[in-house]
Structure formats: C-alpha cells, structure tokens
C-alpha cells in the first residue's frame, strides 16, 4: 500500500486549513479597519473636526492591508504533518497513528512496505472512513466565512459614515454640516418692501475659508454674493441694499449649502387724501368746516377733528 494514498487524504484538508487561516486574517483586519471607520465618524460627530481625504485614505488603506495580508499568506507553507497533528487533535482516538503513518517509508530496495507498516497505515485510513478527518475543517470554514461577511460589512459602514456623517435624528433650525453647527440669521422673516437687510452666518468648529450668499427673488434673477469674514469671529455677512419682492436665499459653502430661508415683503397702507373735519368749541362761534387733502392743520384749543 504506497503511502501516497495518506498524502492524498491529507492535501484537501491542507488546502482547506489554508482556506479557513486567511479567513480569520482577513475577518480580523477588516474587523479592526471598519471598527477603525465607525469611531472616526462618530468622533468627528462629537468634535466637528474632518479631514479632507479620509475616505480616499481609509478606502486604500483597506486595499493595501489585504493585498499585503494575502502576499503574505500565499509565502507561508503549511506542511501536511502539522495538518495531521491537528487532525489528531480534533480525532483524540488516533492516538498519533496518522503521524506515524504519514513518516512510514517504504523498503528502498523493494519500493514496498513491510507488514506493521502496512497496517499502521490501514488503521490511520479506517479511521478516515468512520470518523472523516475533514468534517470539522469544513464546518469550521463555513463559520469563519460567515463571519468575514459580516467583517466585510463592518467595512462597508465605516466606509458609508466617513463618506456620509451622521445626521441628527431631530430637525432643528440650525443646519449641521461637518459636525458643527450653521446659524444663519435672520432666518425666515418679513421685512417692509425696499428695506435693506442683513444677513449673517455663524459657524461652529469648522469654519470654512470661502462662504458664498445665494439669493434668489421672485421677480428677478439668482444671485451670488461673497460673505465677509468678521475678522477672527466665525461670522460671515452679507447686505443686501433692498429687497422689493419675497426672496429664497441660503449660505453655500465648500460644496455644501445650509437649508433654505425666506424673506418674505409687505407693505404699509398708500395715503391717497387726508381730509380734515374740524368742529370748533361754541364759544368761537364758528361753523364746521372741513378741509380737503391736507397733511397740516391749525385750530383753536378744544376743536374736535376727525378726519
């Protein structure tokens, strides 16, 4: 009985031994990567500091982790007696008859085995048949794929939340942007028609060096207009010099704009004619008498008007 028949048994267990080391490497890395992700996100959250490209790098650092990892997998050899040694670990009833027959050698003259060693081989092999030497591998494979999918998963949040921050569950009149805060004012107000207006946006952590005033009219045209900084203050403003129509407007910034505010016009009454109906006291001895389209009338004391 050649003793290539034991390497035979032996080799897809090595290969699915091989299969199941990278699967727990590469469930650990990716593990500790997205969990690496997620805490960023959530402290940039808290703290409202960002980094420009920390998408760009954690997603190579993900790559070059796990070409690395896999580089350094396909290098290491994994030998059949250590496979055997934890086949008999898993398979107590062996009692290292699967290494013994693994180091028989056959007679260098005849090429055959001699009678112990053909039985020691024999028993090792209907061990094999009554209790399979690969089952626990497999079952263990199917496990560690599972939990390198989740792994993988965790990745893929870390990945979304550092591209996409979290947002606050409840709406608040302040727009959140790098996890800071946006107050612009005055908001949504009403204003006479042909008043001039200020409009000021107030920053948190994250101030950006470049914020621009959108405005857009009813009855004209969108505008643009540069906001100045007030010197070291987070605030940024912008005029404008009348307002004769309802008005949108919001704060744009590094790609991202606040949400949107309204301006909203009225007007006062016209004065078309003031007429004035004066009644004097009796002791003037003067009749009634009303004064048309007038702004400015002069009377005795105790004269009545109406107008």
Known sequence: MPN???????????KCHRQQQIRKKTTLLWTTLGSTGLLYALIRQKQGWDHPHAFTTFITLCITTTLVLWIQHRRTRLSLREVARRIEQEHPKLEAALITALDQQPDPKSGDYHLLQTRVIREALENNLKEPWDQPFHIQLFFTGVLRFASLLIVAFGAYFIKNPFESAKPTLEATIYSGQLAVEPGNVEIER???????????????????????????????????????????????????????????????????????TFEHPKLQQADAYLNYPSYTDEEPRTI????????????????
């Not at 390497?7 to 897809?12: R, V």
């Not at 048309?292 to 107008?307: F, N, P, W, Y």
């Open 194 to 264: 042909g008043d001039a207006v200020v409009i000021t946006a107030r920053f948190g952590q994250r101030v950006p060096s470049r914020v621009n005033l959108v405005v857009m009219p009813a009855n004209g045209q969108a505008q643009t207009l540069s906001m100045k900084k007030s010197m070291d203050d987070p605030l940024f403003g912008a005029s404008l010099l009348s307002v004769d129509a309802d008005t949108v407007y919001y704060v744009e910034f590094d790609s991202k704009k606040s949400e949107t505010y309204k301006l909203l």
């Open 292 to 307: 048309k389209d007038t702004l400015r009338i002069s009377a005795v004391e105790g004269t009545q008007l109406d107008h």
């Open 4 to 14: 290539n028949i034991i390497t035979a048994a032996l080799e897809p267990i090595l």
